[in-house]
Nanobody, 118 residues
Framework: QVQLVESGGGLVQPGGSLRLSCAASGSIFRINNMAWYRQAPGKQRELVAAITSRGTTNYADSVKGRFFISRDNAKNTVYLQMNNLKPEETAVYYC????????????WGRGTQVTVSS
């Protein structure tokens, strides 16, 4: 059984920073791409940032220069450093990993709430 567990969410003031973590555990043979998505109330889930196994990154235009994704392959963990957060970025942030276990598919975490408010 593969699990993705996010942590690091919470309440932050506009302009503040948070660092999210997502650890993958279980019978994992290889992790390919890892990514962070978010879903605000009443909106569709959207890609925030992604990173390949070799470290190539991709960001949504709205977060470029403020959010930074990284990963520690030894720990099967992906991080999202979020700076200068805006109220409209209040959402549940989900971790996604494309990995090889006894099957090969995308796995999702349960999400962590990020609330940006004064």
């Amino acid at each position: 059984q593969v699990q993705l567990v996010e942590s690091g969410g919470g309440l932050v003031q506009p302009g503040g920073s948070l660092r999210l973590s997502c650890a993958a555990s279980g019978s994992i043979f290889r992790i390919n791409n890892m990514a962070w998505y978010r879903q605000a109330p009443g909106k569709q889930r959207e890609l925030v940032a992604a990173i390949t196994s070799r470290g190539t990154t991709n960001y949504a235009d709205s977060v470029k220069g403020r959010f930074f994704i990284s990963r520690d392959n030894a720990k099967n963990t992906v991080y999202l450093q979020m700076n200068n957060l805006k109220p409209e970025e209040t959402a549940v942030y989900y971790c996604n990993a494309n990995l090889v276990s006894f099957d090969s598919r995308d796995y999702w975490g349960r999400g962590t709430q990020v609330t940006v408010s004064s």
